[in-house]
């Protein structure tokens, strides 16, 4: 059974006991994988984005460390990206229901109008540090016994089992394993 067919039956399984939200709040801790991540950081910024009231993860970026005068996550930020034309991360979401994880190489690119930024997924990093660290985060993650998954082949709706609450095609293997 590949990694994909072992996380989609791990998804069948739970949607028939029930959902996880309270423990996840009440027991989990954050940080706890920042031990297995934080090596090798020259050159990368890391930005834990985990809270479980909206998500059943751990979401983290790494991102190409530049010298942002303001918080990424802000509007002063986007526009200090926009004006640079791109920055480089990694996109990497640990379940935290499950022993799956997904991660993505990706750049935040200035469009040709507007004042947002668009996000691409990349093959291959211009920045060697975030190449070496993308390689280093699946090794590490794999040792630690998690598996990775590809995100495409989890877009599909779990079939015959009652989601109270939800339109069927709102429920997939990946929002249920990491959103």
Do not use: H
Request: hydrophobic share 35%.
């Amino acid at each position: 059974m590949n990694s994909n067919e072992r996380a989609i039956n791990f998804v069948n399984r739970s949607l028939r006991s029930g959902d996880y939200g309270y423990v996840l709040r009440k027991y989990v801790k954050g940080n706890e994988w920042n031990t297995y991540l934080l090596n090798n950081m020259e050159g990368i910024i890391f930005k834990p984005r985990t809270s479980f009231e909206y998500a059943r993860c751990f979401s983290y970026y790494f991102y190409e460390d530049i010298d942002l005068k303001n918080s990424f996550f802000s509007e002063e930020a986007t526009k200090e990206i926009i004006k640079r034309g791109y920055i480089e991360f990694i996109s990497l979401q640990i379940s935290a229901i499950s022993p799956f994880f997904i991660i993505k190489k990706a750049q935040y690119l200035t469009p040709k109008e507007g004042e947002t930024l668009d996000i691409i997924e990349l093959e291959e990093f211009q920045n060697t540090a975030l190449e070496k660290k993308y390689t280093e985060l699946i090794e590490v993650l794999t040792e630690q016994k998690l598996i990775l998954v590809n995100r495409e082949e989890l877009k599909k709706v779990p079939l015959d089992i009652p989601l109270e609450n939800y339109e069927p095609e709102e429920v997939t293997y990946l929002s249920y394993l990491f959103e």
